[in-house]
């Protein structure tokens, strides 16, 4: 039996987002080819073993079961060497720590096999202005954008916000360039508002992006692989707020819809596809991710938007979906991607 790490939690603004997809996972995988070993990283950092219900995850009252595990017999959860719990590792975490390489680099460093992009594809993908950077020089076609240092904003700001109001035109969406989960993230539609919306994300991040708005459909699609990636059915978010934000995410309790396939020309379903692969291969993601796109209403241009290296991967999410519309049913997904870490393990083993 594999003993197969479903870590969850973490030290990012999405540690709840993190829970609720966890729990889809952990619900899902198949008992008679592994045996789960559950991992929760609580706000502060710490990782706890635990064993408690699945349905204690994501109120968040795991935590305490944990601790007390942990307290009573320390011998059985405390978690010393990593390797010696699992044999592989699938972190279910979104947003920095956990989708943005580090966590990753803390298995390539343990020699554990994992689930999902690599150190450096995760970190490119987490990074907006990184990532529109690649995809500017690869031609991909994206919306025009100014990337702002905290540094410039904080000793220059008269400056910054002149650059962005002669480049760009309102409205524009500031952004942390690491983050997710719409955090930090404003639209603007004048230069107060712009100032404000720039000091808020700065909170997040030294690095600020600022993209001019497009009037747009949301579009996303779903990629597995490794050398030769699949792109899925291409799916649409109708979100019920202005923008696809934190609350329509998660806790809008299903307003938001999702429309599967989307109803959009099969010519424009193919482009969108394959600009999928070719953003998916540039940043050499593995494994699985999410590449979401914008379909701009009036011109029916496609922009490609950002690629999601750990996506939302509750029942209802996404990325579950749209695998399931192309035939592939969620347990058998989670297996897709164990065997494509392993797969991606062993090539780069050499074994
Ligand atoms: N340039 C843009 N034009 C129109 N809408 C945007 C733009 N940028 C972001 N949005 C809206 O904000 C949401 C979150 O932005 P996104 O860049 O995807 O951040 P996150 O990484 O937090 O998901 C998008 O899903 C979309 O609804
Ligand atoms: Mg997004």
């Known amino acids: 039996m594999i003993k ?44 706890l073993l635990y064993d408690g219900p699945v349905d204690k995850i994501e109120d968040g009252s795991w935590q305490d079961i944990a601790k007390e595990a942990l307290a009573n017999d320390p011998e059985k959860y405390r978690l010393t060497n990593l390797k010696e719990h699992i044999d592989f590792a699938l972190p279910i975490l979104h947003g920095p720590y956990g989708e943005d390489g580090t966590i990753q680099g803390l298995f390539e460093m343990m020699d554990i096999p994992y689930g999902g992009c690599g150190v450096t594809s995760s970190a490119l993908a987490m990074d907006k202005i990184f990532a529109k950077t690649i995809f500017g020089h690869a031609g991909l076609p994206q919306g025009p ?28 969406f500031v952004k942390p360039s690491n983050m997710g989960s719409s955090v930090g993230i404003s639209k603007v539609y004048d230069r107060d508002e712009l100032i404000k919306a720039l000091k808020l994300a700065s909170t997040y991040d030294r690095r600020i992006i600022v993209e001019q708005g497009i009037e747009c459909r949301e579009i996303e699609v779903a990629i597995l692989g490794n050398d ?17 934000d934190y609350r329509s995410k998660y806790c809008d309790e299903g307003r938001t819809k999702l429309c599967i396939p989307a109803d959009i020309p099969p010519k424009i379903a193919e482009e969108v596809r394959d600009i ?45 979906l749209l695998w399931q519309h192309s035939g592939l049913v969620y347990p058998d997904l989670i297996e897709r991607i164990v065997m494509l870490g392993y797969e991606r393990y062993n090539v780069k083993n050499r074994r």
């Not at 990012?12 to 789960?36: F, P």
């Open 4 to 47: 197969l790490g479903i870590i969850f939690g973490g030290r990012s603004r999405e540690y709840k987002v993190s829970l609720m997809s966890a729990t889809s996972v952990i619900n899902a995988v198949d008992r008679d080819r592994y045996e789960v070993v559950m991992i929760g990283i609580t706000e502060e950092g710490e990782w």
């Open 228 to 244: 030769y990636p699949e792109a899925s059915a291409v799916g649409e978010i109708i979100p019920a707020a202005e923008f696809y």
């Open 276 to 320: 999928a692969i070719k953003a998916y291969t540039l940043l050499d993601c593995c494994g699985f991710a999410r590449v979401d796109f914008f379909l701009e209403k009036e011109t029916e241009k496609i922009y490609i938007n950002e690629i999601n290296t750990i996506p939302g991967f509750t029942r209802f999410s996404m990325f579950p």
């Open 145 to 172: 954008y100014v990337a702002v240092m905290l540094e410039e904003l904080l000793h220059h700001q008269d400056e910054v916000v002149n650059k962005i109001e002669e480049e760009i035109l309102y409205p524009v």
